[in-house]
């Protein structure tokens, strides 16, 4: 268990006697959650192509703020789009549930890593969603966020079966599959929540970080909602120094993309437990990293330069400062007669990491020169100086352009 998790807890306790958990459950199944048919009528939170920046990318607090990073605490507040319900539905939790009708609940935090079987979890889980319902019928709710493959519960030796087993996937398809037995339905989920620390990965393989990411969202999807990447950051990474913003760059380009990924929730705002890579200093003033979550998109391509090919064509090439972000090119022409540039064309390169503009036609004669920025979902980078300056001109074969290079800028 990361030591950030609060004690999950009914009576005092964190790890509850199966037999206890078997009366609960017995007690849940004679309950009815609504009538037939109602869990489908019930919106689920879906990604969507207006989820702001700040709500999309939060971090893990003990306090809640809204700037200059909003943050996601243990707690139920009003400001916040996920309330943190605990495993049990407390009475706060029904005060709350019955004064904001229509919120969705957390129910709880890593069972796995408490090694609460998946049948138990369900049983929980169905208990916290029919107690809250009876006090708000349009609540809505998230299973706990689950840990990625470790060694906890798992008997010594501990074998690769156990960990993807016990947690991750493997510990929420059997919670899913006996929920379905035991109450005859899928259980009402809005969002599945997941958590990836890069643990076994080695540092600075981001694609093989994403992978398992990638698996776990397809996994949500296959089974009725999207999925919340519950707490992220790379803790084994420790030695990464100034590279770290660049890994997180490239991490969150690719959840900002996936339509699967609801929200992504960082660990942490503050330092716990001896993060080396926490976002806000005791100050309050951001960290590298801090500065990177609240804003990855600051880096400016360099090393422009026109190249050509047939007539009338010109393309734009650079050197990247990040892998994180595609590219954005504007070609700016001076045509024959003329005594100024003007904008002319933009070429989208969309694939990260890419370094040249597909060609763009011109006039055989035109003068071009060119600029670049990176862009990404949110918005767009400063743009780059411009690049040197082509006239582009025939060699009168009709195949190849002749290139004169102007020192105008």
Aim: aromatic share 12%; net charge neutral.
């Amino acid at each position: 268990m990361h030591p950030k998790f609060p004690q999950l807890k009914c009576g005092g306790s964190a790890l509850i006697p199966a037999a206890l958990l078997c009366v609960i459950a017995s007690a849940c199944s004679d309950q009815q959650p609504m009538a037939p048919g109602a869990d489908r009528e019930l919106p689920r939170i879906a990604r969507t192509e207006n989820v702001a920046f700040n709500k999309f990318f939060v971090a893990w607090s003990r306090n809640w703020s809204a700037s200059p990073i909003e943050t996601q605490n243990f707690s139920l507040d009003t400001r916040l789009a996920r309330q943190f319900g605990g495993l049990w539905p407390e009475q706060p939790v029904l005060d709350f549930a019955r004064a904001n009708p229509g919120r969705l609940y957390i129910n709880g935090d890593e069972p796995d890593q408490y090694c609460i079987p998946p049948y138990e979890y369900a049983g929980i889980f169905h208990h916290f969603v029919t107690t809250v319902r009876s006090v708000d019928p349009t609540a809505r709710f998230s299973p706990a966020g689950v840990a990625e493959p470790n060694d906890r519960c798992c008997p010594e030796p501990v074998e690769e079966p156990c960990r993807q087993r016990m947690h991750s996937t493997g510990y929420m398809g059997d919670f899913y599959a006996a929920y379905i037995q035991r109450f005859g339905a899928p259980p009402p989920v809005a969002e599945w929540r997941f958590h990836d620390f890069g643990l076994t990965v080695q540092p600075g393989d981001v694609a093989g970080w994403w992978a398992r990411v990638d698996q776990k969202a397809a996994w949500s999807v296959a089974h009725g909602a999207n999925m919340v990447l519950g707490a992220w950051a790379f803790h084994r990474w420790k030695d990464a120094g100034p590279h770290y913003p660049e890994y997180m760059k490239q991490a969150m380009g690719r959840l900002m993309n996936d339509t699967r990924i609801n929200q992504a929730v960082y660990w942490s705002y503050e330092s716990w437990a001896g993060e080396a890579h926490h976002l806000a200093n005791d100050d309050g003033s951001l960290t590298l990293a801090g500065r990177t979550h609240a804003n990855p998109l600051t880096d400016v391509p360099a090393g422009l330069k026109i190249v050509g090919s047939a007539d009338g064509q010109a393309s734009l090439r650079w050197k990247n400062t990040t892998a994180a972000w595609g590219a954005e090119a504007e070609f700016w022409v001076q045509a024959p007669g003329s005594n100024s540039f003007a904008y002319r064309k933009t070429e989208l390169v969309s694939s990260p990491a890419t370094t040249q503009t597909p060609f763009a036609e011109f006039n055989v004669g035109d003068l071009v020169k060119a600029r670049v920025r990176y862009y990404n979902r949110y918005g767009q980078g400063t743009w780059s100086g411009y690049s040197n300056i082509v006239q582009l001109s025939s060699t009168g074969s009709g195949k190849r352009p002749r290139f004169c290079f102007s020192l105008l800028c």
